[in-house]
């Protein structure tokens, strides 16, 4: 099994930086695909960005393309999210992904960071 512990959330202002990183132990982070889902208010999860155990294959949610950067260190065993210009609409809890095949479809999720943006 592959615990998983996001960091990095906080407040920020709408246009604002925030970078999430998740630390994954247990086994190795290059067995899985990963990846970052996030969940607001009254609002159902939904999947923001994933890539692929190499990393040479990213993909995003439509609503963030352009904006966020995911990525990952296999030797440090941590995933990335890196959000740019952030909007209000972008506030949630922030949750890291992992899984062998599908990171639509996970098996493993961390507890969630909060992100939270101010307008």
């Known amino acids: 099994q592959v615990q998983l512990v996001e960091s990095g959330g906080g407040l920020v202002q709408a246009g604002g930086s925030l970078r999430l990183s998740c630390a994954a132990s247990?086994?190795?982070?290059?067995?899985?695909?990963m990846g970052w889902f996030r969940q607001a208010p009254g609002k159902e999860r939904e999947f923001v960005a994933g890539?692929?155990?190499?990393?040479?294959?990213?993909t995003y949610a439509d609503s963030v393309k352009a904006r966020f950067i995911i990525s990952r260190d296999n030797a440090k065993n941590t995933v990335y999210l890196q959000m740019n210009s952030l909007k209000p609409e972008d506030a949630a809890v922030y949750y890291c992904v992992a899984d062998g095949i599908n990171v639509r479809r996970p098996d493993h999720w961390g507890q969630g960071t909060q992100v939270t943006v101010s307008s």
């Open positions: 890539i692929s155990q190499s990393g040479g294959t990213t």
């Open positions: 247990g086994r190795s982070l290059s067995l899985y695909v």
